[in-house]
């Protein structure tokens, strides 16, 4: 068969292909007539479509068609392979059970984090309140003369440089400054997971180190009354945040029988759900420090009440959600 | 052949072909995205900032929106391509060609972050001049490549001369040549095409010059199936 004979006995088909792709990207609007092809034809059309693309080649027919075709044949592949992003039910399926079980998961990851980041905490705030001099080693003098003020008797709003930054100032320094800390902690996994192992750590002593020198100053009331409040959401964050990095550095140092690059891919599909959530959290746990911590007027008792049940929440959430079949 | 194309083999036996795009171009659409950002940031910090202290949190929340999120909303939402994008031509699509989804989407900006580093996207252009794919390491993870997104095609038509059959079979190659040199000599000068149709004598006999370009338009009309 000739190129032209070709061309005339199928151009009519291939247009109508052409019209439906077009039609497929928009909503048709009202009065507007059909695509020319049933929807149902059109993964027989497509297929179609890709034979004769096959047979031009074969019989080198002149590169304009084949380029043409191609093109069609290209945007006929987008529209069936791709998927569809599906809206508010996805949602809803990930806080119900895509996200607990993500978490639960990946375990293994969450605790190794949790051991980074909660190990210097621990063994600081034990460590500087019997040699306060240390904090100056971290931390210099002016930021710890700050914090001095911050966290004073005398402060109005806890945790406030100035008595002046309102409430909504500082939620949009905490969304802005936290959830990007979560998402720096989970790329540096990509640096053979050096990038997350510093920012654990580094975030672990510096909180650590702060925790022992309030004690030290005798504050501790006040700081862990400003604390207590958001601390269930923003530490368990910082650990999903860090497991989630240390999985992508994981397999790039162990991939196991994949190519590196394969492994990633994997382990990025896995670890995003961790990401996405611990933003989440992060979002709700600046709230919490914006509008509720900061407050000098609540009692210390039930302040420590909201962040117990905060914890008792968070892990409650992370231990029974999503466990049913079927959610 | 050396060539930034990248073959996707499909379900249905034939190969498709994307035109990946390098790192100037893509850096020439980060460009022009910054531009956009800061510009509706500036537009929109004027308004904010007579609330004062309350403005400036919300300004914080809207530049943290328009770091992390504005790329992912419009890769997903508009078609693969955030403003800059579009503007140089380029789109972001799966590995297979499939257009972008939001898991990929949000993997490839969340990991921008170490692609930046140490400092104007060090890691990221090592990255692409590594990788056979122009890939940034988000890219890699995420398993996405930016390539140039189609532009309208137009079939360029045979012109019409008296079909005339070649001297001898020709074969498929051959064919090719003489076809393909037909559809481009509307788009050649005269002279560009009178010289490269005078490299055949072998199917002219001989002829130059003008009358070889005849001949030559002749013969691919007999062969895409014209008959006198």
């Not at chain 1, 003098?141 to 709003?157: N, P, T, V, W």
């Not at chain 1, 862990?224 to 397999?251: D, R, W």
């Not at chain 1, 959430?317 to 079949?325: A, D, I, K, Q």
């Amino acid at each position: 068969m000739t190129q032209q004979e070709f061309e005339s006995r199928y151009a009519a088909r291939w247009e109508e292909f052409a019209a439906w792709l077009q039609q497929s990207r928009t909503k048709r609007p009202r009065g507007q007539p059909p695509p020319p092809i049933d929807a149902f034809e059109v993964p027989a059309r497509y297929r179609e479509l890709c034979q004769h693309l096959a047979l031009a080649r074969d019989r080198q027919y002149s590169g304009d068609l084949i380029e043409r075709l191609s093109r069609l044949a290209l945007a006929g592949h987008q529209a069936l392979y791709g998927a569809r992003t599906r809206g508010p039910e996805r949602v809803l399926g990930f806080l119900r059970a895509g996200f607990p079980r993500a978490v639960r998961r990946e375990i293994a990851f969450v605790w190794l984090a949790a051991l980074l980041f909660f190990g210097p905490i621990a063994v600081l705030s034990f460590a500087v309140p019997r040699h306060p001099d240390f904090a100056y080693v971290v931390l210099p003098a002016r930021i710890l003369d700050e914090f001095q003020q911050m966290y004073g008797d005398s402060a109005k709003s806890l945790g406030r440089k100035r008595e002046a930054d309102s409430d909504v100032a500082m939620f949009g320094f905490y969304i802005y400054n936290n959830v990007r800390i979560g998402f720096q902690t989970f790329a540096g996994g990509l640096l053979f997971g050096l990038g997350t192992l510093f920012y654990l750590l580094f975030n672990g002593l510096l909180i650590g180190t702060l925790m022992g020198y309030v004690v030290h100053l005798g504050l501790a009331t006040n700081f862990f009354s400003f604390v207590s409040g958001h601390s269930a959401f923003e530490l368990t964050a910082i650990c999903l945040s860090g497991a989630a990095g240390l999985k992508l550095g994981y397999v790039l140092i162990a991939p196991g029988r994949r190519a590196r690059a394969a492994a990633l891919r994997t382990a990025a599909v896995e670890a995003l759900p961790l990401v996405v959530g611990l933003a989440g959290m992060l979002l709700i746990a600046a709230a919490i420090e914006a509008f509720w911590s900061p407050r000098t007027s609540v009692p210390p008792p039930l302040k420590y009440g909201v962040g117990a049940a905060g914890w008792l929440l968070v892990l409650a959430y992370f231990g029974f959600v999503g466990r049913e079949r079927g959610a | 052949m050396l060539d930034t194309a990248r073959a996707i083999p499909t379900p249905e036996g034939i190969e498709l072909s994307l035109r990946l795009a390098g790192p100037v171009s893509r850096a020439l659409a980060w460009a022009v995205d910054l531009l956009v950002r800061l510009a509706v940031f500036v537009a929109l910090s004027i308004p904010l900032g007579v609330l004062g202290y309350v403005g400036s949190g919300l300004l914080l929340l809207l530049w943290f929106a328009l770091e992390w999120l504005y790329p992912t909303l419009f890769e997903v939402y508009f078609d693969g391509s955030t403003p800059g994008k579009r503007s140089l031509g380029l789109i972001v699509v799966h590995a297979d060609g499939t257009p972008v989804g939001l898991t990929a989407s949000l993997t490839r900006n969340l990991l921008r972050a170490v692609d930046f580093l140490p400092a104007l996207y060090g890691f990221g252009l090592l990255a692409m001049t590594l990788s056979r794919e122009f890939q940034r390491l988000g890219d890699i993870a995420a398993g996405t490549v930016v390539a140039y997104r189609d532009t309208a095609f137009q079939q360029a038509a045979i012109p019409q001369a008296v079909p005339l059959p070649p001297p001898g079979p020709l074969t498929a190659e051959e064919q090719r040549a003489v076809l393909d040199l037909a559809a481009r000599s509307r788009s050649l000068t005269d002279e560009r095409s009178e010289e490269l149709a005078s490299i055949a004598p072998a199917l002219t006999g001989g002829l130059q010059g003008r009358q070889a370009l005849e001949r030559l338009l002749s013969n691919a009309n007999f062969l895409i199936g014209r008959r006198a």
